[in-house]
DNA sequence: GTCGTACAAATGGTCTTACCAATATACCAA
DNA sequence: TTGGTATATTGGTAAGACCATTTGTACGAC
């Protein structure tokens, strides 16, 4: 007796559903960005409207969506208040706990780069170099607002995030970030003001670049290390 | 100054969704009994047949409903449990992304155990060598409920976390415990039936412990490498 | 120049209609 | 009884139109 199969029935609503799952999960898709309009989403997929508003439902039922009638399909943030979000409340509390978060993200950020230098593909390479050459930009800017400075720094750290191809460990990084951001921001204008510091990082920044390039990535995890190592370092002398 | 409350949008779907949903629960709806075609359905409750068949397809995506083409619309036997949290429902549809997670938990609980041999104090001490203790009971008792293993086992770990005496990676890594007992409970079912590897995760708790009471902190790092590393193969080779 | 208003464009929400594909049922023939 | 066929029913997909809301912008008043 030979055994059949289910018949496969794929009904296109599906198809879109974990097509948009993936491109959430790899990154494709961040958390708080607006998805195109539905018409042209669908023009793009090759699928009816209604077809598509189907998945959009489920995924918007399923917490990854949400639509706002007149604005536009936006992606909710998965992981953040999973993971994080205790975080912040502790950080409003006892201030001190930075220096843990520090300590956490270069954790996170030493494993991300060696997988980055490991298995960063030929785009992630020139992602990662367009970010790094953005950083430099506003370096040589002698940009004064530190927001701006903050941004395009986040934004390198997290091309290299993204090219360890660790969804895990991108989403929690970013809402490490979103911590960091809204807390330290008036500590790091200290910090910047110093021209020796600001050297310092940029020099740092270039080896993380280069080990990644470079594809050497025990030099990366080291890298790294030194960078963050470095931050707490001077963020610890600035807080007294 | 009169409050207004936010003007209640509802869209037709979800009225027609929390309708269903209630004949189902009160009864009204039996398992297995047929649902009138959509045509009929739809003109009944007075809606057209899109904004039904949305409400229509998340209930089925909530596993309320089954449809079948040609056949008809019907309820479910069996009601699975819903899936609230959008993180623990893609990693059920993606399982690939666990070990996505469980390379982050390697990375984490190395610092964590590296730390917690710098760091830890006697009390700290005391409490992890309790948890080993019971652990180390429950793999006596020849206990044959995943469950109950599996939560003397994130004790452990948890306990050493603590002694890190870092808040946030303790977050963090709580965080990821209850993301992964959601979603491995089945898969460390069979893994945990071999006797073999029993013996061998058993020797690895024992080597951290070791190197955590004594306050070598490479060793402690080491062997947690050496432990994730295997549960992680362990659980590859077990999916295929 | 700045603020506020009004208009226009874009977008999600709903409905109508139509057609396709799979299934179930009734009926018929061997 | 068995097997096949025709037909009606049902879910799946598509296209188009219209409404409600939001957003952005340009114009005008101050």
New interface residues.
């Given amino acids: 007796m030979v055994e059949f199969s289910a018949v496969k029935?794929t009904r296109v609503?599906d198809s879109i559903i974990?097509q948009i799952?993936?491109m959430?999960?790899e990154g494709s898709l961040k958390p708080g960005e607006q998805l195109p309009s539905e018409r042209a989403l669908a023009e793009q997929l090759s699928v009816s409207r209604?077809s598509l508003?189907?998945a959009l439902?489920?995924l918007e039922?399923?917490?990854?969506l949400q639509s706002k009638?007149g604005g536009g399909t936006f992606v909710?943030d998965?992981?953040g208040p999973?993971?994080?979000e205790?975080?912040v409340y502790?950080m409003k509390s006892?201030p001190e706990?930075i220096f843990?978060?520090l300590?956490?993200r270069q954790?996170?950020e030493?494993?991300a780069t060696q997988h980055a230098a490991e298995r960063a593909t030929k785009s992630d390479r020139e992602r990662i170099k367009q970010r790094f050459d953005e950083l430099m930009a506003v370096y040589e800017g002698g940009n004064k607002d530190v927001a701006i400075e903050s941004e395009a720094d986040t934004e390198f750290h997290l091309a290299i995030a993204e090219a360890s191809h660790?969804?895990?460990?991108v989403h929690?990084m970013r809402g490490l970030f979103n911590l960091l951001r809204v807390n330290i921001l008036h500590n790091l204008k200290s910090i910047k003001e110093e021209g020796e510091s600001h050297d310092f990082i940029r020099a740092q920044h270039t080896e993380i670049l280069t080990a990644v390039m470079n594809g050497d990535s025990e030099m990366a995890r080291d890298a790294s290390n030194r960078h963050l190592i470095y931050v707490q370092k001077t963020m610890r002398e600035h807080l007294q």
């Fill in positions: 029935v609503s974990s799952e993936t959430i999960l209604p508003r189907e439902m489920i039922s399923k917490g990854l009638r909710c998965i992981i999973t993971i994080v205790p975080l502790l006892h706990t843990d978060v300590e956490l954790a996170l030493a494993v660790n969804v895990a460990l929690v």
